[in-house]
Structures are given as structure tokens and as C-alpha cells.
């Protein structure tokens, strides 16, 4: 019997509509679950010539240890293949799918291979069916999960792709329920190449836990312990909206348009959501075992139903020039229909319209629609045209860059992206931390936030300031790193923070309550895992598993070939100030810059180039894995021996 | 007197996190199917959960169809249990209850349902959202009313309207 773990990994094999189970155990101890194990698979796939649409492409879907139990926020699952920009790419989605595919019996899904038609999978426990998807191909993600679920009759849980995603466009995504969308890294792209249109889970086995009474207990009193942090509960529910994209403007952590320095539109103020919210709000949107909830569901009249949040109530908004509040939501709403990433999509619009202002393009390159800088017609027919693939939107299909090439004209450096991928619309100028992160993360910055720095950067009072000043020097005994605008103590932070992030990826907890809003602290999740599979491990034994996974993470994108010239921001941030805002002025110098990435690359235990040396390997214990990484990278990529360790900035 | 299982439908947002508790507490292992409350997601009209579980009727129509008396009624929990020895798995209580919430299990062929956790639902302990509280009877409307009464004492109070009310 199989205690916290589910026990099993089902793999799919599309091209001979084969599925074998494995057992999860030869990488539990090593790798955990979730993310974890998914990268160790991935790992042991790569070659320098895997692409994101390749059928030898593996796509897994990786729920974590403590996903399906009780313990808060415990309904994530981290999707991840070789994405978007050809890259390693990750992807979190929650609903409730997550719990259920443990409830099945399975630690993870991974797929490979090609379907000869459209295909959905129905996984009912240890029963794998493969069913035509032909009539569901074309429809968008609400009504696809609709049918699904009429079709199968019972109680069932769906993700599934867009119409993009079935184009393979390069940042199709993938969706499950009204909200919960794994949108960056084009995995929706890679699902779609592979003929795959929807997974459909049933699960009605049970998770063991080894030792139950112990476990409820420490569950329930963090439950008790969130429910207590209010002011904690209130910011996490400004993800719903309320108040959160003006925040941002006000307080100079948000960008506008393409990230433009542009005199007279420097104050661009996103008015207050709640009028639009208290009209057309239905309902909180929750993941599985979730406290408190981040995501609200719409219904607007002639626009249609669904959730909207966050980051991407700002890239509907702010980074379009736009406004309205109806206007935004039809976008976020559409763009999430065709099953497209809301800030691959709308970074490509916000080029659009910068390119068009500056008059290097013409109505005549969009397809007759003038790109007029907060148009609802602009908006709204570029996005049809990027989900159906016609027009402007067949240049973009395998993404901004690309697109920007095929405009010609030197429109290419005008793109506001990171290895291929579009941005999260911050401020890179001011926070050096979130600069950072964006260079190096595997997913982006998102994935690496010190809550302290962006505390510090949002908080309304020199008080409040002064707290988390103190509380930077308590973590981290460095006073800068509550300086968002320092390089000096930007580093470890991040170092710090993208293994927690990725602990929790492999936990399957939510980063937003653990690593964000609520606690940064994995000591109970800790005592969660030993409660639950009986494998006694604390918080330092399991945040050395995450650095071991980031570690892998480099080494698969190394195999791909990225070097430490791939770990740079766009130019704009160099040489074009922050326009207005309380950091007016404020750019990155690209000493500095590289400085901090020394420093980055030291604590990693990477070489000069960014590539981790043997020597992590083995500190890792990742002794077989160093064989088929010195294997596989060529000569002239030239992968040294020992590392060549610098001493830290001061 | 007994507390009751209250439950606040408009603060339902569906996480399910009681029906993980509820299995986990009650049959040791974690799934959904084994619950006694589930969670029913509604679209008519709009998005809304509707946790469902045994009202602990107080002429329960299943403990009167029972043809061995296996369910009874616990006054002192205020309470409908059933006697697992003593069923014998006709589901005949699971025909009558008007809201289907006793369920079967298919390796004991016996019948199970809320129970209220003798007297320590789990269900309210793991519910953040206040969807599901364990009060004294009287205790269920007190937000309810107040809240209301106060509503009116502020439109009463309106100056407008106190020159039209009559004062006679």
C-alpha cells in the first residue's frame, strides 16, 4: 500500500493508443513528485534537437505528494514538457482535476507520442479509454469541457485545449472549469501537435495516509492558522480584482503598453474594478481544498461567462491602453475561449500597437485593422485572428519573436520577451529581483517573487516599509533585499525563493498561500509529507530536493543550449528609463546586471556560461544524471570539469 | 440542548475540502466517493455548490421504512444513526430520504450516512469558507435577522422618511 503517494505514474503512449503504469517509487525518495519526477523523466528524454511540437515530446502532468488531501491549498498540478521558444517550460493548473487524478491512483500522466486523429483520453482508475475527438475539434474550452462531461455522464473533471492549442500555436494553453488555465510555455501547443484534445479524469480510489489521526490535526491547525491571518485573506483576494490592477499602477509595479517610455500617456491609471465587479460578479472560483480563493467568475451580457484574475486583469488592461473594464473582460474572456495564454496574446497586441504608433507598421500589415492604441476594434479582431490562425495571426503562430521576424523591418527590437517567452507585465526597471528572476527562472519571475521586496514595493506607509525591512534582515540578515531597486541582496532571494516555489510544485501546494500570501515557511508542509507517506523529512531535507530539481531544470535547458547570453532582459530596459510612477528614471545598467548574475550563477553552482558544473551534480547526488549531461552537450559547448567559482559580489 | 449542522449555502465555493475530511476521518483513506456530504455544482442560472448530507430529519422517513428498525433517532446529538450490525442492506431508506444523501457500500452491502461525527462534525472544522457551522438551533438566524433588522433601522431612519411616517 502506497501512503501519500498514489503510487502509480500512467503513461500514454498516443501513437499506439497504449497506457502502462509504472511504479512512482524509483523516483519518490529523489525527486518527490510532482515537477520533480517530471523533470527527472524529462531529464532522461531531452536531446539538443527535441521541439516543442516533436511527437518524442513528453508532456507530463505532475500533481504533488500532499495533492488530494485535506492540507490547504493542496490541488495543484504543474504541467511540463519542452515549450514554447524550445525550452523547458512549466505550467501550474488547480481546479479540481488535480485531486481527482490522485483519487484514480496516479502520481502523474505523461504522454508522448502522435495521434493519427483527434483524440481525448478518459482515465476512470486503472480503465484508459481513447475516444474521437473530431466533433470537439474547433470548439473552445467551456463548451468542450461541456460536452465531455455530458458524454461521459458521470462525475468527471476535463482539461482541455482551444483552437489554438489544436493549431499548435506556440502559446496555446490548456484549461480546466471557468478559471484555472496552465497558460505560459505553449503546453496547450504541445497537446494540440499531438492530436490531444482534452484529458478527462475519474477517480474514486482512495489516497492512504500513514498516519491519519496525526495528519488531520496538522492540517486542520493550519487551516485555523491561514483563517487567522486576515489582512493576509483580504490582499489574496485582490487576485479577484478588486483594487489590484490599480494598486499596481499607483505603486510603479506595473508596466503600460509594450513596456513604453511614451511622454504624455505616462499616466495611465487603471480606474477602480469594483463597479464592474459588484454588476457582473457571480461567484469565488476556488482549487481543490483551497481556504480562501484568488479567482472570480463573471457573466456579462453579449460577452458570456467565465473567471478572470490577477496578472491578467492588468495585461487586459494596462498593457492594451485600455480602460474599460467590459472591454477588458471581453478579451481575457476570449482569449481564454480560443485557449491562448492572456500575456502571450495580449504582448503581441501591445507590439502591434506600439509599431503601429511609431508608423514602422501600417493598417495594411494587420489585416486592414489600425492599431490604435486602446481600440476595441483592434483588440478584439487581433485576437480572433491569433485563435483562428488567419491573417496577422498566422505570423505569430510559433510566437512573438517570430512574428516580430516575419514583420521584417527591424520589428524584432521591439519585442518585450525573455527566451522566446512573452513577459509579465512589471516593472523589470525597478525591481532588479523580479529582473532577475525573468533572466533565469525556467517558467519567469513568477516563479521566484521575494514577498518582501514586492511587500516593501506595494506598502502604502514608511511604517509598513520599516517591517518588512526588518523582516528582510531577520530572513535573509541583509537589509537590501526588502529594496526591490537594489542589486546588491537581489540573488540569494531569488536563489532562496524559485526552490521553494519548486517545493511546492512537487508537494503540489499552492504558491500562493505558501511562498506568498500566507506563510514563505515549508515547515508544515514538512510535517505534512512525513504525516502522510511516512518518509520522515524536514523542511531542509525537502528544500535541497528543489534545489537538486532547479538543477536538473538547468541542465535540460542547457542540453537545449541555453547560456548565460540567453539570461538577459530586452534592451528597453537598459536604455529607456521608467516613464513616470514613484521610480521615474529608474533602468537596469548592464554591469550591475551582470554582476547580479554572477552572484546568481555562485550560489547555483553553475559555471561562468550558466551551465551547473560537476561538481553541483554530484552535491546533488545526481551522479548518473552528470554521465548523460557530459554525453550530451557537445565539444564546443564545452562543459568544464570543475566550476570556475567565483567569490560572491560584495 | 444539541447543536445542529448549519449550512450557509451562499458562502459554498465548492473546494471540497469536506468530503476529503469526511472520507478521511470515517473510512481512513481519502476519496471523494466515500463521503456522507457531496458537493453538487449547479449552472442553473448561476454558479452556485449545494452541499448536500443527511438533515437528521426529526420524523426521518428512512428510520420509519427500516424493516429491522436498524435506524433510529439519538436525541441527545439530535441525531439519525444507523445501527451497522443490525442493517441488512435492502436500501429501502435510500429510496425514501427525499435528499438522497445515504449511500452504499458495495464491499459491506451496508448502508452509510452523516453521522455527525458524534458530536465533532469534521466537516465544519476543515470548512474556511463558513459554508458548514454546528450551532445551537436558535443560534442559526441570529446573523440573519440582525443583519436585517439593522438594514431596516438604517432605511428607517432616513430623514425623508421619517417626516412621512405618521407619528399619531
Known sequence: MSFGWAGQILKIDLSNRRSDTDSIEQYARSFIGGRGVS?????????????????????????????????????????????????????????????????????????????????????????????????????????????????????????????????????????TGWG??????????????????????????????AKMTEFLEAAEQQRVSFANSEAA??????????????????????????FESVPGLNDLVIPPMDDFANKYGVAPLVCGSCPVSHNYRYDVPGIGKGGAKCTGLHSVTATLWNKDWTLGFQAYN?????????????????????????????????????????????????????????????????????????????????????????????????????????????????????????????????????????????????????????????????????????????????????????????????????????????EDDLLFAAQKVITLERAINAIKGMRRKDDILPERFFSEPEPGGPYKGEKLEKGDFQSMLDAYYFLRGYNSDGVPTEETFHKYGLVKEWGKFAKNCSSEQKIPQKGNRQEPPQ | MPKVLVINYDKCVGCRTCMQACSAKKEGGINLAKSRRWVITSEIERLTFIPIGCQHCVSAPCAAICPVGAISRDE??????????????????????????????TIDRKVFKCDLCDGDPICVRFCQHKALEYLEVDEQSVVKYTSAANKLAHILSKPSLIEAIPSN
Open chain 1, 39 to 175: 523533470d527527472k523523466i524529462i531529464f532522461e528524454e531531452v536531446t539538443r534537437e527535441l521541439s516543442q511540437f516533436d511527437p518524442a515530446n513528453i508532456i507530463c502532468f505532475g500533481p504533488g505528494v500532499l495533492t488530494g488531501t485535506p492540507s490547504a491549498g493542496s490541488s495543484r498540478l504543474k504541467v511540463s514538457a519542452i515549450g514554447e521558444g524550445g525550452f523547458l517550460r512549466h505550467a501550474g493548473l488547480g481546479g479540481d482535476i488535480p485531486r481527482t487524478i490522485k483519487l484514480a491512483g496516479y502520481d502523474l500522466i505523461t504522454v508522448q507520442g502522435r495521434a493519427e486523429e483527434p483524440l481525448y483520453i478518459y482515465i476512470c482508475n486503472d480503465q484508459v479509454q481513447f475516444r474521437k475527438a473530431s466533433h470537439l475539434w474547433g470548439k473552445d474550452v467551456y463548451e468542450s469541457q461541456a460536452i465531455i462531461r455530458d458524454e461521459i455522464g458521470k462525475s468527471v473533471d476535463v482539461m482541455c485545449i482551444g483552437p489554438a492549442g489544436e493549431k499548435a500555436v506556440a502559446f496555446g494553453s490548456i484549461h
Open chain 1, 180 to 209: 484555472s488555465a496552465a497558460g505560459l510555455g505553449g503546453l496547450g501547443g504541445v497537446m494540440g501537435s499531438k492530436n490531444l484534445k482534452a484529458i478527462a479524469v475519474t477517480g474514486t480510489r482512495d489516497i492512504h495516509i
Open chain 1, 233 to 258: 485573506i483580504q490582499d489574496m483576494r485582490l487576485g479577484q480584482g478588486w483594487r489590484l490592477a490599480y494598486k499596481w499602477t499607483t505603486y510603479g509595479i506595473g508596466s503600460k503598453g509594450n
Open chain 1, 334 to 538: 476570449l482569449i481564454n475561449r480560443y485557449g491562448m495564454d492572456v500575456m502571450a496574446a495580449t504582448s503581441i497586441i501591445a507590439l502591434l500597437m506600439e509599431l503601429y504608433a511609431k508608423g514602422i507598421i501600417s493598417s495594411k500589415d494587420t489585416d486592414g485593422i489600425p492599431m490604435v492604441r486602446g481600440d476595441k476594434n483592434a483588440i478584439i479582431n487581433i485576437i480572433h485572428k491569433l485563435g483562428r490562425q488567419e491573417g496577422i495571426g498566422k505570423l505569430f503562430k510559433d510566437g512573438i519573436v517570430e512574428g516580430a521576424k516575419k514583420l521584417g523591418r527591424d520589428c524584432e527590437q521591439f519585442v518585450m520577451a525573455v527566451k522566446g517567452q512573452a513577459l509579465q507585465p512589471y516593472t523589470f526597471r525597478v525591481n532588479k529581483q523580479f529582473a532577475l528572476a525573468t533572466a533565469t527562472n525556467t517558467k519567469d519571475m513568477i516563479d521566484a517573487v521575494n514577498i518582501i521586496a514586492y511587500g516593501w514595493q506595494e506598502a502604502a506607509t514608511p511604517e509598513i516599509k520599516q517591517e518588512y525591512e526588518k523582516l528582510a534582515e531577520k530572513e535573509y540578515g541583509v537589509k537590501e533585499t526588502a529594496f526591490p531597486y537594489s542589486y546588491k541582496g537581489a540573488a540569494w532571494p531569488t536563489a532562496i525563493e524559485e526552490g521553494k516555489v519548486a517545493l511546492g510544485d512537487m508537494l503540489g501546494v499552492c504558491k500562493w498561500l505558501i511562498t506568498w500570501f500566507m506563510t514563505s515557511s515549508f515547515e508544515v508542509p514538512a510535517k505534512l509529507f512525513s504525516l502522510a507517506t511516512g518518509v520522515s523529512m524536514t
Open chain 2, 76 to 105: 441527545a446529538l439530535a441525531r439519525v444513526i444507523i445501527n451497522q450490525d443490525a442493517c441488512i442492506g435492502c436500501r429501502m431508506c435510500m429510496a425514501v430520504c427525499p435528499f438522497g444523501c445515504i449511500n452504499f457500500n
